[in-house]
């Protein structure tokens, strides 16, 4: 972690592993490695879902993204690109995940935006707004930049966080034994 990144709550890593901060960075909860080894399966995709693709958003454009759950190689929203999530959203992603641009959550809850990895494609988020998600992505490495605020979870193979942005944990997601950050290794 660096610069003015915030952790509220937990960032507990793996057995014999340790946060590192710089400069201004905090967590305000513990960040003892666990005793235990965390365990989370890959995702894998479901027996039903509508394929759609690359997507990828930028400039001034938008998509809307409707209940239901959708199959990407790659997913891309940057720049002034903005993507509206009318409904609970599961999105699967075989490639990249980068959320550089904005981002509309419906009723502003992290369960209706849930974005699984498939592999060990990256995941990157960055920007100044308030991005609500929860992100499974136990083969990824996660990079959180830039001064937005996360709400939701993550689950990650490594995470490095910069920039002064933050990370909150919603507890309706009920992850049994998971922390804010998860990293699995």
């Known amino acids: 972690m660096s610069g003015n990144a915030t952790v509220n709550g937990n960032a507990n890593p793996g057995t014999g592993d340790?946060?590192?901060m710089s400069g201004n960075a905090n967590v305000t909860g513990n960040t003892s490695p666990l005793t235990y080894?965390?365990?989370?399966?890959?995702a894998s995709l479901p027996s039903s879902y509508i394929s759609e693709g690359s997507l990828s958003?930028?400039?001034?454009?938008?998509?809307?993204?409707?209940?239901?759950t959708y199959y990407y190689t790659s997913f891309s929203v940057s720049g002034n690109g903005t993507v509206n999530v009318t409904g609970q959203a599961n999105i699967y992603v075989s490639g990249s995940v980068t959320?550089?641009?904005?981002?509309s959550i419906y009723?502003?809850?992290?369960?209706?935006?849930?974005?699984?990895?498939?592999?060990?494609?990256?995941?990157?988020?960055?920007?100044?707004?308030?991005?609500?998600?929860?992100?499974?992505?136990?083969q990824s490495a996660v990079s959180l930049s830039g001064n937005g605020t996360f709400y939701g979870a993550l689950i990650g193979n490594t995470l490095s966080l910069s920039g002064n942005g933050g990370i909150h944990y919603d507890?309706?997601?009920?992850?049994?034994?998971?922390?804010?950050?998860?990293?699995v290794q």
């Open 99 to 103: 959320l550089s641009g904005n981002a």
């Open 171 to 183: 507890t309706s997601l009920g992850y049994s034994g998971a922390s804010t950050v998860s990293l």
């Open 57 to 68: 958003v930028s400039g001034n454009n938008s998509t809307t993204i409707p209940a239901g």
């Open 18 to 20: 340790s946060v590192s």
């Open 107 to 138: 009723q502003n809850l992290p369960a209706n935006f849930n974005i699984y990895v498939i592999g060990s494609g990256s995941v990157s988020i960055s920007g100044n707004g308030s991005l609500y998600a929860n992100v499974y992505a136990p």
């Open 37 to 42: 080894t965390m365990s989370f399966p890959a």
